[in-house]
């Protein structure tokens, strides 16, 4: 995606650092607040892979043109690259203790921030013998440790997906989430990407297997959060429109009949006292309007909230859709 915030290691687009203070001058004025998040697994905001670059392995493949696996078998150089978690590091410090050039304020000190978050879904990236388990969660760790000593104010999030994102492995997802630097277990879901529910024009069978399998996800993780004494935020979870069209004119029905089944989880959580606090849905799009002419992302489209190595409207909620009313009704109501 471009514009790029960090250009190289330690060079930064001064423009989009403002805008960026911008942004947080406008969340504080709406009484609202942003997770941050530092890095990301996947490719389409550099993250790992251009870490990896900038210290001198080769390109990083691209999923949809290398192979999913040719990506896989790259990151597993992440955790063992020292001076790539290095350059993290630095960008780490320069972002979590940086002062916003409006207001003065330091971000440590801004209530518009929410969570400091580790990494977008950060995955050990294992391959065969080579087990990166433990160097993932020192890096987790470390990486956690280093922000709460420039930031004494605000929350911690590791941005896992769970169990999926720690390779099925409950006794990592515990770990990464145990230390007490970290405040809250993240989990996202999302059933179509993990084959629950099919892209060939989805069918009533694909929504309530979603919503089975979906339910049984986040129960395999309320006894850790139980155990940690620590709450559950389902971060991430989306649902294509109906037909797995891109279109905005495009019915949503099992969409909203599957946000509907995670804002109940949360509602009904909160009632009965229990460790789901709250959710976030994959991804609000607004006025947006995606290209009739291509499906993914160009220079020059307008953002929606899909990234761009996927389909444009493809979990992206707009103004128009009936969704909103879903969303509308269960926040007048509950946390999500």
């Not at 294992?126 to 020192?138: C, K, V, Y």
Request: charged share 25%.
């Amino acid at each position: 995606m471009e514009p790029t915030l960090q250009k190289a290691p330690g060079e930064y687009d001064e423009t989009l650092l403002r805008a960026l203070d911008y942004l947080m001058v406008e969340l504080g004025r709406r009484d609202m607040s942003a997770v941050l998040y530092l890095n990301n697994a996947w490719e389409w905001s550099g993250g790992f892979g251009q870490y990896l670059m900038w210290a001198g392995e080769p390109p990083c493949p691209i999923p949809l043109i290398d192979g999913g696996d040719a990506y896989m078998d790259y990151m597993v150089r992440f955790q063992r690259n020292e001076e790539a978690k290095a350059l993290f590091r630095s960008y780490v410090t320069d972002i979590v203790s940086r002062t916003n050039t409006i207001t003065g304020l330091p971000y440590s000190k801004d209530p518009a921030i929410f969570s400091w978050q580790i990494c977008n879904e950060p995955r050990p990236f294992s391959l065969g013998e080579d087990d990166n388990r433990t160097l993932f969660a020192e890096w987790i760790q470390e990486t956690a440790q280093l922000i709460r000593s420039l930031d004494p104010n605000h929350m911690i999030s590791t941005g896992s997906e769970g169990k999926y994102g720690c390779e099925s492995d409950m006794t990592l997802v515990e770990l990464i989430h145990s230390y007490p630097e970290i405040d809250y277990i993240n989990i996202h879901i999302w059933p179509t990407n993990w084959g629950w529910s099919s892209r060939i024009n989805p069918s009533e069978e694909d929504l309530e297997r979603s919503i089975s399998k979906s339910r049984d996800y986040i129960e395999e993780h309320l006894p850790i959060a139980r155990r940690l004494g620590k709450p559950i935020i389902i971060e991430e979870f989306g649902y294509p429109r109906d037909g797995y069209s891109f279109s905005k004119e495009s019915t949503t029905e099992h969409r909203d009949a599957y946000y509907g089944f995670v804002f109940e989880q949360v509602k009904q959580s909160h009632l009965s006292g229990g460790v789901i606090a709250g959710c976030n849905f994959w991804g609000w799009a607004g006025l947006a309007e995606p290209s009739a002419e291509h499906d993914y992302w160009r220079k020059g489209d307008p953002y929606t909230a899909d990234p761009a190595q996927e389909p444009q409207g493809l979990f992206s909620v707009f103004y128009g859709d009936s969704t909103v009313e879903i969303i509308r009704k269960y926040s007048e109501t509950s946390t999500i």
